[in-house]
């Protein structure tokens, strides 16, 4: 995963295409982070949340990322110093599923589109209870659902793909398929006041090339690289007249995605 990540990271959330950044802030806006809160980013990638926390906690905050890929916190940590914000954020490497952070150092843990990666979710969120003091608040960004139409789209990777590298957005089983099994997997990790807030992203792309180009920026590319270099050609075909079915009003081919923010009072 680290890798797949690594290889991604020149182009992570660079391709004109609005996703992970509207999920990654509407999660923020939900955590609510006040001036002077100290946050934790698990999973921070580009910074997509870590750069919404450092602008709602302020000069008197403190906004730390962990990430998996060296790659993306090399590029992350060069945006932070560019940006002139090293006295409020920090990123390095880590591990979403045991964040080396202090016990009760945060109000504030977010993590946007990470969750379905590790493999055991629920031992992942007992972990983050961890960093958290009395009181703090933890959002969890997940993918609810998106249109049928899309879902063929997706399905041409199908014949490729070993089911433990199934795109997180088209797995319908555990906790991810429902708020309710969100909402117990963290309920039962310890956490009260669990609530869910849903709402839907607009996605969309001039052509199938910026479709394609989107799906090699992302933990998509996981997929393309399964299918042999000499089927890649017929995939895209496939693919192409999938996506014609999945043009808008304005000639755009997209979809609308499901997001689902899992919240919680530790």
Do not use: K
Request: glycine residues 10%; contains cysteine.
């Amino acid at each position: 995963m680290a890798a797949t990540f690594d290889d991604v990271a020149d182009t992570y959330d660079a391709v004109e295409v609005e996703f992970f950044g509207p999920i990654a802030a509407g999660l923020v806006a939900e955590l609510d982070p006040q001036p002077g809160e100290r946050a934790l980013d698990v999973g921070c990638g580009r910074g997509a949340a870590l750069f919404p926390l450092v602008e709602a906690v302020g000069p008197a905050g403190r906004v730390t990322g962990i990430d998996l890929s060296p790659a993306m916190v090399e590029l992350t940590a060069a945006d932070i110093a560019a940006a002139g914000i090293g006295d409020i954020a920090s990123v390095a490497v880590g591990d979403a599923q045991h964040p080396d952070v202090p016990a009760g150092s945060v109000d504030v843990l977010a993590s946007s589109l990470v969750l379905f990666f590790v493999p055991d979710p629920s031992a992942t969120v007992r972990a983050w209870r961890a960093p958290l003091v009395d009181g703090g608040r933890l959002g969890i960004a997940t993918f609810g659902p998106y249109n049928e139409e899309w879902v063929e789209v997706d399905r041409v990777f199908s014949p490729y793909l070993p089911a433990a590298m199934a795109d997180p957005r088209t797995r319908v089983g555990g906790p991810f398929a429902t708020d309710e099994g969100m909402e117990r997997l963290v309920a039962d990790a310890g956490f009260r006041d669990v609530r869910t807030v849903t709402w839907t992203l607009s996605v969309r792309f001039r052509d199938a090339d910026h479709w394609e180009a989107w799906t090699w920026s992302t933990g998509q590319r996981r997929m393309w690289e399964a299918v042999p270099l000499e089927e890649r050609d017929a995939v895209r075909a496939q693919a192409a007249d999938r996506l014609e079915v999945c043009r808008d009003e304005e000639g755009r081919i997209g979809f609308e995605q499901g997001v689902r923010y899992t919240l919680a009072t530790r």
